[in-house]
């Protein structure tokens, strides 16, 4: 790794965009130390905040510190931040902004996991679906059902008579949505982004290709009856 001290000096978007190719291999060295200059910059002002949120749950400095590294290591892992999508346009600002709210996400993952309570069922894994090969190759077609023949059927044909934007959100939410659970904000953010959709359209789409296939299924069960 290069010395990080060599970015320190670097202002906070060449960082980020830096710490943003560190899957690259000829940039992974560059990136951890961009990486290095990051946290150094944020990291006092972070525990601070932090420190009076986490107080309130319940937990000491040394967790508050274990937080704000947990932080840490989800912006390295997923460093997503576009300046052009904040409303605070000054640079730092905005990326406490979006630093914060990964730790109150992590503040309240760490009590959850301190307390024995029930875990998010997604890891930040989960990408949208564009396409039923993804399922065919998987026992059952990972679509919940025994008459998983006659679902099939029912989904390709819902998918003939709606939109290819409906056909995305209905395997994406059949491969990922857990009972209980709404789909994790990221996947939505990124659904909403490239379907060029917001939230309440995609409800909407939701409902009707989900409806759609439901009646299809029907109409097959009925045949085969």
Known sequence: MQDWHNFEKCP?????KQIQKRKDPNETCS?????HAFVFRFEPELIKKS?????????????TIEIVQNVFAKFWKYPKFDLDKKKEQNIDKAVLFYLYGIAKNEIRDYFNKKNGLKL????GSEQIVY??????????YDIGYQSS?????????AFETL?????IIYLTYISHERSGRKLPRPLLNKMREELGINQATIRSYKKDIFDKVEEYINIYENIKA
């Open 163 to 167: 939109s290819e934007k409906h056909k």
């Open 120 to 123: 998010s069922p997604y890891d």
């Open 51 to 63: 420190e009076v949120i986490c107080a309130n749950w319940g937990f000491n400095t040394e967790e």
């Open 12 to 16: 906070t978007i060449e960082l980020i």
């Open 131 to 140: 396409d039923l090969p993804f399922l065919e190759n998987q026992e059952d």
């Open 149 to 157: 023949n006659i679902r099939l059927r029912a989904v390709k044909a």
């Open 31 to 35: 990136s951890e130390s961009a990486f």
